[in-house]
């Protein structure tokens, strides 16, 4: 019972520490963000909303964040499309070369996203075509279809294909019964694929460097401010709140995740 109870605490006492070496560099941004002061010292110098207020002027700010939002809405619905289409021939047909497509459709999950970036500006450059948010999207929507591809055939394994053949068998369609029947039951996991998708892209930095053109995404903007000590509170405040944001959507995605296990579990699996 001792031993039990002293591994119980062990366990606790770790789970602890590690979270809060994993929170408290974003806890710290947080607090700076009402700093009084363009140091990131303690004490603090005072409580202020000043960095809140000058954010909601910065043009420049603002638009690198628009750009962003076009960008994370764009390729995240390109990547939930093209990634829903793979996920239900993985989990619905075994076709030849089966494995071989998983493989290389997975391959940007493994690949560094510096190195991701560098091959696609070279393929950019070498069919002559201008950088752009364009060129943007189409890196971030390659790296989030493995992601959506693994949530919905994860979804889809989760439930017996009886019903669309029963749903065929009586007079539908396969597009039919795609549209009414496969895809209403993996709705929870292509919302949460989309806000998984949209929040990688909205802060993915690596490739937005390479593939920007003269307009910039939020993050590389972010990252351009840093060489200006009078403008890091700005650029801490609006990392602090896109955390926030971020956070929120992350959260959302889970809970919808979970709604739709239960309800696979209520339904027999």
Excluded at 30 to 57: A, H, M
Excluded at 130 to 155: D, K
Excluded at 246 to 257: C, F, M, P, T, Y
């Amino acid at each position: 019972m001792i031993k039990r109870n002293i591994g119980k605490w062990l366990g606790w006492s770790y789970y602890l520490l590690l979270l809060l070496f994993l929170q408290l560099p974003i806890l710290l941004l947080i607090v700076f963000s009402f700093n009084d002061s363009v140091l990131l010292t303690f004490p603090l110098k005072g409580f202020t909303l000043e960095w809140y207020r000058q954010l909601l002027g910065a043009r420049e700010l603002l638009n690198a964040a628009r750009n962003s939002l076009v960008i994370g809405l764009i390729s995240s619905g390109v990547a939930t499309a093209l990634g829903t289409m793979a996920g239900i021939a993985i989990s619905r047909y075994n076709f030849p070369g089966r494995e071989i497509f998983l493989n290389i459709a997975t391959l940007p999950l493994v690949i560094p996203y510096v190195v991701l970036g560098v091959a696609m500006l070279i393929l950019f450059q070498a069919l002559n075509i201008g950088l752009s948010l364009w060129t943007i999207t189409i890196g971030h929507a390659v790296i989030n279809i493995p992601y959506v591809m693994l949530i919905v055939s994860a979804r889809l394994s989760g439930f017996a294909n009886n019903l669309e053949e029963a749903a065929m068998d009586l007079g539908a369609t396969y597009w039919g019964t795609l549209m009414r029947i496969t895809l209403p039951i993996s709705a929870p996991a292509l919302v949460a694929a989309f806000l998984s998708s949209f929040t990688l892209s909205f802060d993915e930095f690596s490739l937005a460097f390479f593939l920007a053109g003269t307009d910039n995404t939020l993050p590389v903007y972010l990252y351009s401010q840093l060489r200006f000590p009078n403008r890091l509170p700005l650029a801490i405040t609006t990392a602090a709140v896109v955390i926030l944001v971020s956070a929120v959507i992350l959260l959302v995605s889970e809970w919808l995740r979970k709604v739709g296990t239960e309800r696979k579990i209520r339904r027999g699996g």
